[in-house]
T-cell receptor, first 109, second 112 residues
Framework: TQLLEQSPQFLSIQEGENLTVYCNSS?????LQWYRQEPGEGPVLLVT?????EVKKLKRLTFQFGDARKDSSLHITAAQPGDTGLYLC?????????FGKGTRLSVIA | DAGITQSPRHKVTETGTPVTLRCHQT?????MYWYRQDPGHGLRLIHY???????DKGEVSDGYSVSRSKTEDFLLTLESATSSQTSVYFC???????????FGNGTRLTVT
């Protein structure tokens, strides 16, 4: 069974702070996706990273895929209350998506 | 939204009763999935479908069955509900095997 470990599990920060969440595995993935989920809704895709070492930016969010395609990170600059939510990473192989357990982020104004 | 409707959105049922959850899509996507989401466990795959009448088991399939008689509908059935099946159930679709997943808004099921 392929596992994706996300850390930290919970994160509570003040508005304006920076943060990084991690997604690690012993398995190699062809690509990796990050989703964000708000209460009462399903997860929504933020980004897909495909190439080892790839860095993608989405406004204040920076996503990086590890060189060996086993890990990824999400960095948020100057967090805002609207960033609050559950962040999930998901690895793609030739089997259905494997999800991490998520990082629950709370940004306090 | 990607044209996914889950019904019902909420359901309370008693132990031992059968329950069917419905996922309906208007995107004509080939792949459909049922996940359950529980605190401390994240999203876990129950069953998935890669075409009409083509389904396969996920990591937590015991106690669940599925059917897909039409492209647009994917049904999840709990033959005899148990309290351990209290959860939030999400349906997801995607066009290709490496495309992003599009999720419905979930069904909150409580088994008393």
């Amino acid at each position: 069974t392929q596992l994706l470990e996300q850390s930290p599990q919970f994160l509570s920060i003040q508005e304006g702070e920076n943060l990084t969440v991690y997604c690690n595995s012993s398995s190699v993935f062809s690509s990796l996706q990050w989703y964000r989920q708000e209460p009462g809704e399903g997860p929504v895709l933020l980004v897909t990273v495909v190439t080892g070492g790839e860095v993608k930016k989405l406004k204040r969010l920076t996503f990086q895929f590890g060189d060996a395609r086993k890990d990824s990170s999400l960095h948020i600059t100057a967090a805002q209350p609207g960033d609050t939510g559950l962040y999930l990473c998901a690895g793609i192989t030739n089997t259905p998506l494997v999800f991490g357990k998520g990082t629950r982020l709370s940004v306090i104004a | 939204d990607a044209g996914i409707t889950q019904s019902p959105r909420h359901k309370v049922t008693e132990t031992g009763t059968p329950v069917t959850l419905r996922c309906h899509q208007t995107e004509n996507h080939r792949y459909m999935y049922w996940y359950r989401q529980d605190p401390g466990h994240g999203l876990r795959l129950i069953h998935y479908s890669y075409g009409v009448k083509d389904t396969d088991k996920g990591e937590v399939s015991d106690g669940y069955s599925v059917s897909r008689s039409k492209t647009e509908d994917f049904l999840l059935t709990l033959e005899s509900a148990t309290s351990s099946q209290t959860s939030v159930y999400f349906c997801a679709i995607r066009r290709l095997v490496d495309s992003p997943l599009h999720f419905g808004n979930g069904t909150r099921l409580t088994v008393t």
